[in-house]
């Protein structure tokens, strides 16, 4: 069978409406629905907040230390991955790694620290469907779960993603074998010992992109990688303030 | 076609200054919290206003947002705020009322 070459002419794609590249263009309209979703539950949350005078202050002074470092945590991590995009540019690979590496460290201690005031509040007898306040405001629970657990999970992705960025094939048995110890170290009550299985998840879907598509992530993979992580970071400086600094008692 | 190398013009010290501003305004949000001279409504509105400049760092700097061209920054950035406008038309008035009504 005769194989028909086609010629593409030069100019015959009109540039981009946006100057940019199209990979780039879907991660902002991504990021532009997805803040639709952190927009409502924000809404929700701060809706809840005023109309209810009675609203409780869970958060003591060590509660809010330990989410100031979370947010220095993401704050730090945004900078790394901002150093990553620009040894990117250079084509500095050692240092693209390394920033990444750096940029997943950050994100997985705003994980562990955000899952151990997670075991905290619950042990204090609040859960998504309850809470010590259940009386007067029964919704607290229920929101606040949603609101920080919706954005632990987009963190979680969003180290998934970079590790995939940056380890590429090398990624997954480290994934697997956190996932698997995870999974052994969580009492089996827990929240975390079901949850984990994100991880694992996680996994699957990285196999699937990385061995049907395999390829060399270049500098705008890298780009498109960041403005994901910079708008988890983005997300928290509003969580941060609404959920915690206006529930505070010192 | 838009070339990543050219679109970052900006130096390893200003994403540095950047990141220093944020943490520094996180400090004033903590600060606030601990001091409590505010009303819950005001802390709020103070609160929203300080996210707002945190969140116009992040994606103007990191985001690189003001590297884009004018289109592309002013679709983005007046869509998401006109979905963000009619939710706070329909939400904030009713949460206003339940407090002039008061909590059964």
Redesign the interface.
């Known amino acids: 069978m005769a194989t028909v070459q086609h010629a593409v002419p030069p100019d015959v794609y009109e ?7 199209s990979k ?2 879907g991660m ?1 309209l991504f990021l ?1 629905s997805d ?2 979703t952190f ?2 539950l924000l ?2 949350y ?2 809840n ?7 409780p202050t869970p958060f003591h002074k060590e509660s ?1 230390a330990n989410a ?1 470092v979370m ?2 945590c993401l ?2 991590s ?2 790394t ?3 990553a ?2 040894a ?3 084509g500095d690979k050692p240092w693209i790694r390394n920033w990444l590496l750096a940029t997943m460290f950050f994100g997985a201690a705003f994980t562990v620290l955000h899952a151990m005031e997670w075991t905290k509040l619950m042990g204090e007898g609040m859960v998504p469907s309850s809470n010590p306040w259940a009386a007067t405001v029964p919704q607290f629970g229920g929101t606040f779960f949603t609101l920080t657990g919706m954005h632990m999970l987009h963190v979680t992705i969003g180290i998934i993603y970079l590790g995939v960025v940056a380890l590429r094939k090398k990624f997954l048995p480290i994934l697997l074998g956190l996932w698997l110890v995870g999974w052994l170290a969580t009492p089996a009550k827990s929240v975390f010992h079901i949850g984990i299985h994100v991880l694992l998840i996680g996994a699957v879907v990285a196999a699937v992109v990385l061995f049907l598509k395999p390829k060399d992530y270049d ?2 993979d890298v ?1 498109v990688s ?2 994901y992580w ?2 988890v ?2 997300v928290w ?2 969580i ?3 959920v ?3 529930s ?1 008692k ?1 | ?2 070339d ?2 050219t679109a ?1 013009a900006e130096s ?1 010290m200003l ?2 200054w950047v ?1 220093a501003g ?2 520094f305004l ?1 400090g004033v ?2 600060m ?3 001091e ?1 001279v505010l009303q ?2 005001r ?2 509105e103070v ?2 206003v ?2 707002v400049v ?2 116009a760092l ?2 103007l ?4 947002l003001k590297s ?2 004018a ?2 920054r002013w ?2 950035i007046v ?2 705020m006109a ?2 406008a009619l ?2 038309i329909f ?2 008035p ?3 009322r ?2 002039r009504l008061g ?1 059964q």
């Open positions: 540039p981009s409406l946006f100057g940019t590249y780039k263009i902002w532009a803040s639709l927009g409502a809404f929700a701060s809706y907040r005023i109309a209810n005078p009675a609203w809010i100031t947010t220095a704050l730090s945004s900078l991955m901002v150093l995009v620009l990117a540019n250079r500098a705008h780009e960041g403005l910079h708008f970071d983005l400086m509003f941060f303030p609404l915690y600094l206006m505070t010192v | 076609m838009h990543v190398s970052h390893k994403y540095f990141w944020l943490i996180t949000e903590v606030l919290a601990y409590q819950p409504v802390m709020l609160l929203l300080l996210s945190k969140a992040i994606t700097y990191f985001m690189h884009e061209l289109r592309m679709l983005l869509s998401v979905c963000f939710m706070w939400f904030f009713d949460a206003e339940i407090l909590v």
